[in-house]
Structure formats: C-alpha cells, structure tokens
C-alpha cells in the first residue's frame, strides 16, 4: 500500500480539461518517486496514499495544485532584433538554459512591429491537469 516514504511506480497519462493528451508512459519506463520527497505535485501525491498494486485511479489537478495561476508579472517586453528570426511568431517556444543547465522554456506571447512579448509562465500554467494512473509497484 502506498504511503509516505515508500518507493512508488506509476504508469500515468495526463490530460487537459478539453481531454487533450499531453502525457504519457504507457508502454515506456513507469515514474519512479519516493512518496513525500516532493518530486510530484503534493496534491497528486495526497490522492496516491492507501492504493494498492494494481490500482487505477483518475485525479484532478486544479492549477493551484499543478502549476499555478497564470502570472501577469511573468510577461516581459523585449526588442524584436533580440529574438533570432524563426521564433518571431505567436507561439514559439524559446529554451534558456538556467545556471543548474535546465532548459526553461519561453513562449513568443505578441510581436508588434519593434517589439515582442515573451511569457515566462509555465506552458501549463492555468491550466487544470487530468491524471489516469495505475500503480505498478510500491516498495
């Protein structure tokens, strides 16, 4: 049974509310985590506790519990030459490496004529996430 401390194995898909797959590993690997060790979103972990091997389950994730609310102060206007010329178009997505050698992703928001507005927010958040999951193995 599932409970904090234990080593978890989940085959998942994931789901927007308009039912539009945006993850999955069914047929590959299965997610491994420590339950409580905060590498999945605590709400999903909370909805996890007392399932057993073979359970399945669907669980809905509202932003707060996923990746927030959409934040204004997150837009940020830049001059148009800064931007290479394939991403000039609503909707590119830009990596910037961070100092740990993460790639964070940034969304071309509105191109005027000078300038361009990048939205540095999660590509999901304000969003709620749908999960199906089915416990693998627990240890």
């Known amino acids: 049974m599932i409970q904090k401390g234990k080593k978890v194995s989940l085959e998942y898909t994931v789901f927007?509310?308009?039912?539009?797959?945006?993850?999955?590993?069914?047929?590959?690997?299965?997610?491994?985590?420590?339950?409580?060790?905060?590498?999945?979103?605590?709400?999903?972990?909370?909805?996890l506790l007392g399932l057993k091997i073979g359970d399945q389950k669907?669980?809905?994730?509202?932003?707060?519990?996923?990746?927030?609310?959409?934040?204004?102060?997150?837009f940020r206007e830049v001059e148009l030459e800064s931007i290479p010329s394939q991403f000039r178009y609503v909707g590119a997505v830009l990596g910037v490496q961070d100092p740990a050698g993460g790639v964070f992703p940034i969304r071309v928001h509105a191109i005027n004529e000078e300038k361009v507005m990048l939205d540095f927010n999660h590509p999901l958040a304000g969003k709620t996430l749908q999960f199906e999951v089915k416990v693998v193995a627990v240890n």
Do not use: R, W
């Open 16 to 47: 927007l509310e308009d039912g539009t797959q945006i993850d999955t590993n069914v047929g590959e690997d299965p997610l491994m985590f420590v339950l409580g060790s905060h590498q999945v979103f605590p709400a999903l972990e909370n909805e």
């Open 58 to 74: 669907k669980i809905t994730l509202c932003p707060e519990e996923a990746y927030g609310h959409i934040v204004q102060e997150a």
